[in-house]
């Protein structure tokens, strides 16, 4: 007689096999609350199993702090809803809820399958409620990022007590203490160990986190979401401490990142699309910042070494990393082509912005010819039979003078142009609203820059609303303007106004120059080569940048400019606003002729000055035109758009706004 088959021995869990040891009664109401009551008093998990262990299991332990954390927060979901604000902005959650959740999943390997606390957990996590009251803006109940002490002796957070329009630490919002109604001084002072402390806070909220999306990742499905919401919080904070200071982290949590969107990718049966293209570019962008072996290896690509040169100078772990990110980023320009090719064009120009973020992302990433951002650009525009076509083509000429100058004159052939057609000789403006940067290093980083130079340089201005650093301790702020030969190597860098509060600092808060043709920056310039607006903040901890309205104009040499006639000096509108004059002077240095004026913002006036004065022109943000003058007077409601015509804007504008 045969034996009956054997059947498969049951496969049980950790904590599944640590309970069949010591097989115990369900909790009675009595210890259930008992246990809650603990768990919101702050017990640790650990310890409120240690009290029980002789009569309740330590998975139903677990369980039941699992039905403190649903609990708790779908209360604080009601309370937010019925006050009509959410769980980010109302403290309302118990403070110990984050740690009570890692300390589950830790412990419960059926916690890293339970959808519904999972969820919950996520927005334990990312609501910030865990942080100690010192940290929390007592106005905003938010968690600051750079405190400062009031003359009051209030802490408050700096973007809320100061005006942004007037920089750190020269205006306050509010003349007195909203807690006190003492007036306040003028002064704020920052409160470095606080500041510290909070950015200790952030990175191990941020190591906490990616622990928790790594379960979310693993458990797939319908956790992908709250594995964004999760890596959304994660990469704000990244921000907030700086991705140049935090590479570990911010290289980790790329990696995480492009691991999810890889998951997604195969999960052909998932609806909801939570990577867009433009994300992916973060993505890409923060994981080339995190790794400076990649930097060099991609900028030694830049210059023109072969491949086999490159992977032989590369370890073997390197040049993997390497060869996946130059496939990722090959990758974005063959989803543009296909979706011009498809007709999908609003797809097409989602995936041509993610081509240029990360080529102005990656400062050093010289893949030009990868990439081919302006041929895309020109591809799109074709199949959309779109009209003016010239200051695209202009585009591709001036990316091909650095990335390909053999092929500049078949690109003319195809097109039917000649060079000159496509040289484009108008000034170039750089210009950068705003830097608030925080660094740990004496580096120089990239703000903007240039394409490719199309004639002679005849001079440079440069001039920035706002410049200033964090008012106190060692002086180490810059600002610069770098020149880059045809391959991105660096030809000079002038260091424009000095170090902010050094000795010998002379160009205040508003500084302003002009180069000419005796500067090196511009007499070493060629057709092809690029300019750079960079920075340094400085290293030691505690040292910032603040600024605002950076904006630079290069001129070439034509028939038209005379730079000895061009002159600046800081001067007021009719309204009482300020800028700096940029233009023609008379005989006593005063502004007249055609010209314009920079304000500290972020608007330009171009137009006719006489003796100082206004007379004509047009207020242009960007290269839009938001209002008109004549007769020394704004028209406002009253747009003369000949004025527009007469005095246009004409420049080849690379802004960051």
Known sequence: ?????????????QEERNDSANIQPPP?????????????AGVPLSRVSEIFHDRISERDVTRIARDVITEATSAAVAEAISSGGTISNNKILPSFLPELGMSILSRSSSARTDTHFLRNHAANLTSCEDAPEEMIDPLFFTLMMDPVVLSSGYVMDRSTVVAEEDGAGSKLKFHTCPFTRVPLEQSVYPLIYLR??????KQAKIETMMETARVLLDRGGDSLKNFWEVIDKCESFIDEIGDTTYIHLASRLASLSLEAYDAQNENKKCEIVLVTPTRLATILGRLYRGCPSLQKACNDDGKGESEGDIGEALDDETKANYENFRKRVADLVVCANNSIDDKKFDEAALWIEACEMVYSSCSNLNMITLLSVAKLHLKLAK????????????RVYMEMTISDPDGVARFCDEEGLSIDDLRDLRPIVLYKESIRAVTNDDVWHSAIRSGGLEGEVAAVMVHAGTF???GWGNEKGNLGLALYDNEGGLV?????????????????????????????????ARPGFQYALEFTVGGGGGHRLNVKAWYCKIFFVNSSFDASRIGTYYMTDPEGDDGLYVGQLDANGKSDGKGELVYYDKDIFVGKFEHGSMVEGVLYNGTRALDTMVNGRWTHNNFENGMVERYPYDVVLSADC
Not at 35 to 40: C, G, M, V
Not at 196 to 201: G, L, Q
Not at 493 to 521: K, M, Q, V, W
Request: glycine content about 4%.
């Open 1 to 13: 007689m045969s034996s009956a088959p054997q059947q498969p021995e049951k496969a049980f869990t």
């Open 28 to 40: 009675s109401d009595k210890d259930t609350t008992l246990i809650k009551e603990l768990i919101n």
């Open 196 to 201: 510290r402390k909070i950015f200790e806070f």
């Open 383 to 394: 199949a959309r039979d779109d009209t003016d076509l010239l200051p695209l083509r202009r």
């Open 468 to 470: 200033e650093d964090q």
């Open 492 to 524: 000079t860098r002038c260091n424009l106004f000095g170090t902010y509060r050094a000795s010998g600092y002379s160009y205040g808060n508003h500084p302003a120059r002009i180069l000419h043709a005796e500067d090196d920056i511009v007499s070493k």
